[in-house]
């Protein structure tokens, strides 16, 4: 039986990575492999138990967690609408247009608050793409550290809350415990903070130390270059820039730390004011509520698919004792706890090269979580970790999204080559920053006093 259960998720992963819908698969191959045991092999497995499915997705459209998933998706979407992006760019450039990387600096921070604002990585990379790239270019910044500075910072959302990522991470988690403690959304909020903020340090430090040895890479913007753009009404657009974004990051962040608010209820707060402030910049149409809605119906719609089929896939894979296999497996093997998180880390990230961070959440997430209970793992600590690996999936060639992002949306001259090479130092500052918080777990318990 527990056979059946390994050679069903061989099979679901072998027919995505051969590009197979994943919703589809995931649903469809689980239910024909367990009507197929019910004909043919009825004592592994019975109607009755195919039958639990009913209350399972019940239960998945009930969640009150996932309810904050749409709110999120509106939020960041019609943000990208409000024009707050291309006002951050600019009072940014001209903050730091002096410094040699200074514009390369901007996007990193102006990616850092975007992804405290909408946790949306494309429209995070498509926008600062089509503001950012073209004028680093023409001020002769070298095409590699232009694009790797984009597209590694709009994959900043996945890790800086509010993040989409962190609500499913942490609701999978949470699903597969089997009694164990629950990973509350909330407390892996305030745990991925500081990770992604020394993250945002990383990238910066690097920038400057790089632009800084090769000269010639990222110039600083003239002196008169700054007069032009420091014209009237410098001051007050400084603050329009900076005051709304974080009107926004203290109203959804602040209300879940202080424990007013549940995240679920600060995704409602954070939707309603990303409208706001689309009205305040004079943006807010019903055209643009119109396209903001049908795109947060499909997104969502295909988040939730993809969910219903692992619901599927995790409910077939336990009922064949798939999971106490794979615990006995292990525990059988003389793998130490950290052995095995090792093993799970170079999975997730290899995984992370052919197949979106959804599916990892939905198909390994599931499986790996009943070990690492048996090993008695901090599941805040783990899930933070998984969190950091899944953002280089966003960036690791051929089909990080970030690159394809990117690329749609790039002048001619830049080669896909290019933006692969970019891209490197990045990977390489995530997977550094992923063995300090594996060396050092202190880093994501100092923004609530845990130990």
Do not use: C
Request: no cysteine.
């Amino acid at each position: 039986m527990e056979l059946l259960a390994i050679i069903l998720f061989i099979t679901i992963f072998v027919l995505i990575l051969r590009g197979y819908p994943v919703a589809f698969t995931l649903g469809g191959v689980s239910t024909l492999f367990a009507l197929g045991i019910i004909v043919f092999a009825p004592d592994y497995l019975s109607f009755s138990d195919f039958r639990l499915l009913v209350s399972r997705y019940m239960g998945q459209m009930n969640n009150y967690v996932l309810m904050a998933v749409p709110l999120f998706i509106y939020m960041g979407i019609m943000l990208e609408k409000s024009g707050l992006a291309e006002g951050l760019l600019e009072t940014m450039a001209l903050l730091f247009g002096k410094l040699k990387g200074g514009l390369a600096i901007s996007v990193v921070l102006v990616g850092a608050l975007l992804a405290a604002s909408t946790g949306i990585v494309g429209a995070t990379v498509v926008t600062m793409g089509l503001i950012s790239l073209p004028t680093m270019l023409k001020r002769g910044y070298d095409i590699p550290l232009a694009t790797g500075t984009i597209a590694s910072s709009g994959t900043l959302g996945i890790i800086i809350p509010p993040s989409i990522m962190l609500v499913l991470l942490a609701d999978t988690i949470n699903s597969s415990n089997r009694g164990a403690s629950a990973v509350d959304v909330g407390t892996m909020f305030a745990a991925a903070l500081l990770p992604g903020m020394l993250l945002v340090l990383a990238y910066i430090v690097y920038i400057l130390i790089y632009s800084n040895i090769r000269k010639d890479v990222a110039p600083p913007m003239t002196d008169e270059e700054i007069e032009v753009f420091r014209g009237e009404g410098f001051v007050k657009r400084v603050i329009e820039a900076f005051v709304l974004p974080f009107v926004l990051i203290i109203a959804v962040l602040g209300s879940i730390f202080a424990g007013i608010a549940s995240p679920t209820e600060a995704a409602a707060v954070g939707a309603l004011g990303a409208t706001l402030l689309t009205l305040i910049q004079r943006k807010f149409s019903y055209a643009i509520l119109k396209e903001v809605m049908e795109e947060t119906t499909h997104i969502t719609a295909m988040v939730f698919m993809i969910l219903l089929g692992a619901t599927t896939f995790t409910l077939i894979f336990r009922e064949l004792g798939g999971d106490d296999y794979l615990v006995e497996l292990i525990t059988q093997s003389n793998l130490s706890p950290m052995m095995f998180l090792g093993l799970v880390m170079v999975v997730i990230f290899i995984a992370g090269f052919f197949i979106d961070f959804i599916e990892i959440i939905f198909i390994i997430v599931p499986v790996v979580t009943p070990i690492f209970n048996a090993f008695e793992m901090d599941m805040l600590w783990v899930g933070i970790l998984i969190a950091m690996n899944l953002q280089t999936s966003f960036l690791t060639p051929p089909f990080g999204f970030s690159l394809f992002y990117l690329k749609g949306v790039a002048p001619p001259e830049v080669s896909t080559q290019q933006i692969y090479k970019g891209i490197v130092p990045f990977i390489a500052i995530q997977l550094i920053f992923i063995a300090v918080v594996v060396a050092y777990p202190e880093f994501i318990y100092m923004l609530f006093g845990k130990s």
